[in-house]
C-alpha cells in the first residue's frame, strides 16, 4: 500500500450505525496513515539502543499528535521470529475453535476472547518472551519513560490473535478517559501506552491494528464511520505505540493463517486496567524469573513481580486446599478468609466478592 496520504475527511462524523453491524465490518477500506506517523529506526540507532535527537522529536511530535507512532525496525528479525516459533510451539497447534473452548473454562485462565475468531492470550515470559530486550527493549524504553515523567511500568504483556475469517473488530479504546468531565479527560497527558509488536509480516491481507490518528483526544460520544479507519503493513521488527485512549480496530484476516501480535501495555505505576484485566493476570513471569532479571530492568517490572508473588500464593492455598475444591461449588471452599482471594477465581479478595454479605 501507498503510504503517504493524509485523511481526506473528517472521520469524526457522530455515527449512527452499529459498529458491529456484519454489513459494516465486511467492508472496511482503510485510508493511509498521516506520513508522519511513520518513523524509521537506522541500524546504528537500534544498536544504541537511543534514537537520535532529530528521529526523537520526530517521533515524539507524531505520538503526541496522533496518539500513534510506527517505530519502523525496532526489534532485530531474529527476537520476532524466535518469539513467533514461541508462540507456534506453545499455541500453534490451536485454531479459532480450539481458543475459544480455552477461552470458556474457568479461571484462572490465560485466554481471553476479545471479538470473533480474536482471542488474547497473557503467555508465560519465558524463552523468547522472555528477553529483556523485548518487554525493556532499551530504545524504546528510554523513548516512552519521558512520556510518563519517569513513572513507568509494564502492566501488561498479552498476545492477540486474530484467526482466519476474523471480521473487522468493533471500535474501541483500550480504555476510556480517566475523567469524564471533558475540559479535564481530553488534554490529560498520557498514562498509558499500548506497544503492538506484529510477530508475522502484516498486511491488509493478514490484517494489522487500524487506528483513527488524533481520537485520543476526541470525547466519548465521538464513534468514527469505519471506513475512515487508517491502517498500513507492519512488519516483523516493527511497533506501533497507541495512546491508551486511541480509537482503533483489528482489521479483517483475510489470509490462511492465524496472526499473533505482542501487546505490552506501558503505563504510570498508579494506573492499573482493569477493565481489561477482570480476573486475569496482566503478566506472567515466575518469581524466580523476575529475580533473575538484570537490576536494572527491575523498575519497569514491579507490577510483574508483584502478580508473580501473588500466583505463587494462590497456588500455596490452592494445593492446601486440595483436590475436591471447585471454584464453581462454594460449599467445597470450606473456611475461607476474609482477605484471601476469593476461590471462585475472580481474582478479587473474598470479602468483596463470594465473602459479600448476602452474597450466594
Ligand atoms: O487484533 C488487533 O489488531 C487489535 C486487537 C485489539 O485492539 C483488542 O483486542 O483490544
Same mark, same amino acid.
Given at each position: 500500500?501507498?503510504?503517504?496520504?493524509?485523511?481526506?475527511?473528517?472521520?469524526?462524523?457522530?455515527?449512527?450505525?452499529?459498529?458491529?453491524?456484519?454489513?459494516?465490518?465486511?467492508?472496511?477500506?482503510?485510508?493511509?496513515?498521516?506520513?508522519?506517523?511513520?518513523?524509521?529506526?537506522?541500524?546504528?540507532?537500534? /544498536? +544504541?539502543? !537511543?534514537?537520535? %535527537?532529530?528521529?526523537?522529536? #520526530?517521533?515524539?511530535?507524531?505520538?503526541?499528535?496522533?496518539?500513534? *507512532? @510506527?517505530?519502523?525496525?525496532?526489534?532485530?528479525?531474529?527476537?520476532?521470529?524466535?518469539?513467533?516459533?514461541?508462540?507456534?510451539?506453545?499455541?500453534?497447534?490451536?485454531?479459532?475453535?480450539?481458543?475459544?473452548?480455552?477461552?470458556?473454562?474457568?479461571?484462572?485462565?490465560?485466554?481471553?476472547?476479545?471479538?470473533? /475468531? +480474536?482471542? !488474547?492470550?497473557? %503467555?508465560?515470559?519465558?524463552? #523468547?518472551?522472555?528477553?529483556?530486550?523485548?518487554?525493556?527493549?532499551? *530504545? @524504546?524504553?528510554?523513548?516512552?519513560?519521558?512520556?510518563?515523567?519517569?513513572?513507568?511500568?509494564?502492566?501488561?504483556?498479552?498476545?492477540?490473535?486474530?484467526?482466519?475469517?476474523?471480521?473487522?473488530?468493533?471500535?474501541?479504546?483500550?480504555?476510556?478517559?480517566?475523567?469524564?468531565?471533558?475540559?479535564?479527560?481530553?488534554?490529560?497527558?498520557?498514562?498509558?501506552?499500548?506497544?503492538?509488536?506484529?510477530?508475522?509480516?502484516?498486511?491488509?491481507?493478514?490484517?494489522?491494528?487500524?487506528?483513527?490518528?488524533?481520537?485520543?483526544?476526541?470525547?466519548?460520544?465521538?464513534?468514527?464511520?469505519?471506513?475512515?479507519?487508517?491502517?498500513?503493513?507492519?512488519?516483523?521488527?516493527?511497533?506501533?505505540?497507541?495512546?491508551?485512549?486511541?480509537?482503533?480496530?483489528?482489521?479483517?484476516?483475510?489470509?490462511?493463517?492465524?496472526?499473533?501480535?505482542?501487546?505490552?501495555?506501558?503505563?504510570?505505576?498508579?494506573?492499573?486496567?482493569?477493565?481489561?484485566?477482570?480476573?486475569?493476570?496482566?503478566?506472567?513471569?515466575?518469581?524466580?524469573?523476575?529475580?533473575?532479571?538484570?537490576?536494572?530492568?527491575?523498575?519497569?517490572?514491579?507490577?510483574?513481580?508483584?502478580?508473580?508473588?501473588?500466583?505463587?500464593?494462590?497456588?500455596?492455598?490452592?494445593?492446601?486446599?486440595?483436590?475436591?475444591?471447585?471454584?464453581?461449588?462454594?460449599?467445597?471452599?470450606?473456611?475461607?478468609?476474609?482477605?484471601?482471594?476469593?476461590?471462585?477465581?475472580?481474582?478479587?479478595?473474598?470479602?468483596?466478592?463470594?465473602?459479600?454479605?448476602?452474597?450466594?
Amino acid at each position: 500500500m501507498a503510504r503517504g496520504v493524509a485523511l481526506t475527511s473528517d472521520p469524526r462524523t457522530p455515527m449512527t450505525s452499529d459498529l458491529d453491524d456484519p454489513a459494516n465490518a465486511a467492508t472496511p477500506r482503510p485510508g493511509e496513515m498521516p506520513p508522519d506517523v511513520v518513523v524509521a529506526v537506522s541500524a546504528d540507532e537500534r /544498536a +544504541r539502543g !537511543q534514537l537520535l %535527537p532529530e528521529t526523537e522529536r #520526530a517521533a515524539y511530535a507524531a505520538f503526541r499528535s496522533h496518539g500513534c *507512532l @510506527l517505530l519502523r525496525g525496532v526489534f532485530p528479525a531474529t527476537l520476532v521470529d524466535a518469539m513467533y516459533r514461541d508462540y507456534v510451539a506453545r499455541y500453534g497447534a490451536m485454531d479459532a475453535r480450539g481458543m475459544r473452548e480455552q477461552a470458556l473454562k474457568p479461571s484462572p485462565n490465560p485466554f481471553i476472547a476479545r471479538s470473533e /475468531a +480474536r482471542y !488474547q492470550i497473557t %503467555p508465560r515470559m519465558s524463552g #523468547a518472551f522472555g528477553q529483556p530486550g523485548v518487554f525493556a527493549n532499551s *530504545l @524504546l524504553c528510554r523513548f516512552l519513560a519521558p512520556l510518563f515523567s519517569g513513572d513507568m511500568q509494564l502492566s501488561s504483556f498479552t498476545l492477540v490473535v486474530s484467526h482466519p475469517g476474523a471480521p473487522l473488530q468493533p471500535v474501541h479504546r483500550d480504555h476510556g478517559h480517566l475523567f469524564v468531565e471533558p475540559e479535564v479527560g481530553l488534554n490529560l497527558p498520557v498514562h498509558a501506552v499500548n506497544v503492538v509488536v506484529p510477530l508475522i509480516d502484516t498486511d491488509l491481507e493478514t490484517g494489522p491494528t487500524g487506528v483513527w490518528p488524533g481520537s485520543q483526544q476526541w470525547p466519548e460520544s465521538v464513534q468514527p464511520q469505519p471506513d475512515t479507519l487508517t491502517a498500513c503493513p507492519i512488519e516483523r521488527g516493527d511497533c506501533m505505540l497507541l495512546d491508551y485512549r486511541t480509537l482503533h480496530s483489528g482489521l479483517p484476516n483475510r489470509g490462511g493463517r492465524a496472526r499473533p501480535i505482542l501487546y505490552m501495555v506501558y503505563a504510570r505505576s498508579w494506573f492499573f486496567d482493569d477493565v481489561n484485566h477482570f480476573g486475569i493476570r496482566s503478566l506472567d513471569m515466575t518469581v524466580e524469573d523476575c529475580r533473575a532479571l538484570p537490576e536494572s530492568v527491575r523498575p519497569v517490572m514491579i507490577r510483574a513481580m508483584s502478580q508473580a508473588m501473588r500466583a505463587q500464593a494462590d497456588e500455596r492455598i490452592a494445593r492446601a486446599r486440595g483436590p475436591d475444591h471447585s471454584p464453581n461449588d462454594p460449599s467445597s471452599w470450606g473456611k475461607v478468609g476474609r482477605n484471601d482471594p476469593c476461590p471462585c477465581g475472580s481474582g478479587r479478595k473474598y470479602k468483596q466478592c463470594h465473602g459479600r454479605s448476602g452474597s450466594a
